[in-house]
């Protein structure tokens, strides 16, 4: 019974949003406890807050098997969000923890994030901004998005909903992904090739794949040199796809002409010479934090919870 389920929720962003606190406390459960330091959970604090729960709403918190070992009465994560590398399926399963979820709930908000990062370092619109600000008049200008060869790695959920944001732009579109969608590509009039080309011909790459052991670190000094000295690379995916100090002799060394990065292999990020690159947006993972996504991908968290419960024999 729901009435007797103690639940946790990990993710900062969904314990600071009363309505959705409110509306997970609003289902009877016994014991409702957020994330009320509003930080990222060391792995000890991680398994204090899970040890005595039923279920729990998980953001980016790493869920294996040193976790799951302390946490006797955990039946079932929710997750918050769309990505799953950082959970552990198989320790999971082990432990007899259920995974729920529900892809592409946050699609736009992070596609927005992306087109508009295409568009601020196309545009020069970044630095000459951040050189007002510092007193110097730079009338650089950039160049167009608008009939660019833009290059994406990941044409899952995300991936999709750009292709539907770069549409009124014109663009020469490369695609690449482990998954045969031909008739999609065919259908949008995108061109399907390997990585490889895509880092040698794009304008623009942006990069939307999960994190697996083949993809860690694919974005590397090999592969940044294959790519023009006019090249954008956007990350809105994940920080261990890039290899960070590989990205910045990039950009210092003006291998490429910039970059945007939401996602980082440790967050906060500590290389404080990286994040001040002038021609690198550096974020702090928001992309899928738009006011509309937090409530969409909270929703959806708490209905999956529920779902399960009630489910339950």
């Keep these: 019974m729901i009435s007797e389920k103690k639940i946790a929720v990990t993710t900062v ?38 040890s005595d729960v039923d279920g729990a709403i998980v953001g980016l918190d790493k869920i294996d098997e040193s976790v799951l070992k302390h946490t006797k009465n955990l039946q079932v994560i929710s997750k918050y969000g769309v990505g799953l590398d950082n959970i552990n399926f198989q320790d999971c399963e082990e432990f007899n923890v259920s995974i729920v979820h529900t892809q592409g709930i946050n699609k736009r908000s992070v596609s927005e994030q992306a087109l508009g990062c295409m568009l601020m370092l196309s545009r020069n619109l970044y630095i000459t901004a951040n050189d007002l ?38 663009c020469k579109i490369l695609v690449n992904d482990i998954i045969d969608q031909s008739d999609y590509y065919n259908k949008n009039g995108l061109i399907e090739t390997t990585k490889e080309e895509i880092f040698k011909n794009a304008d623009i790459i942006s990069i939307h794949t999960p994190l697996t052991e083949e993809l860690k670190g694919f974005i590397n000094k090999k592969t940044l040199s294959m790519m023009k000295p006019t090249t954008i690379l956007i990350n809105t995916a994940r920080g261990g796809l890039v290899v960070q100090d590989d990205l910045k002799w990039a950009l210092k060394n003006k291998i490429i002409a910039g970059a945007a990065i939401d996602a980082y292999e440790v967050e906060p990020p500590t290389d404080q010479e990286f994040i001040e690159i002038p021609n690198l947006i550096a974020t702090p993972h928001i992309g899928g934090n738009a006011k509309e996504a937090v409530k969409a991908m909270g929703i959806t968290a708490i209905e999956n919870l529920v779902n399960y419960f009630q489910k339950e024999k």
Excluded: C, H, M
Aim: proline share 1%.
């Design 133 to 170: 600000k510092r007193g110097f008049w730079n009338k650089s200008g950039g160049t167009q998005v608008s009939g660019k060869t833009i290059g994406i790695i990941g044409v899952g959920n995300i991936g999709k909903d750009l292709v539907e944001l770069l549409k009124p732009f014109n």
């Design 13 to 50: 962003a969904f314990s600071k949003d009363q309505e959705l606190v409110n509306t997970l406390k609003s289902y009877g459960f016994k014991t409702v406890k957020t994330n009320t330091q509003g930080k990222r959970f060391t792995k000890d604090e991680l398994i204090d807050f899970l």
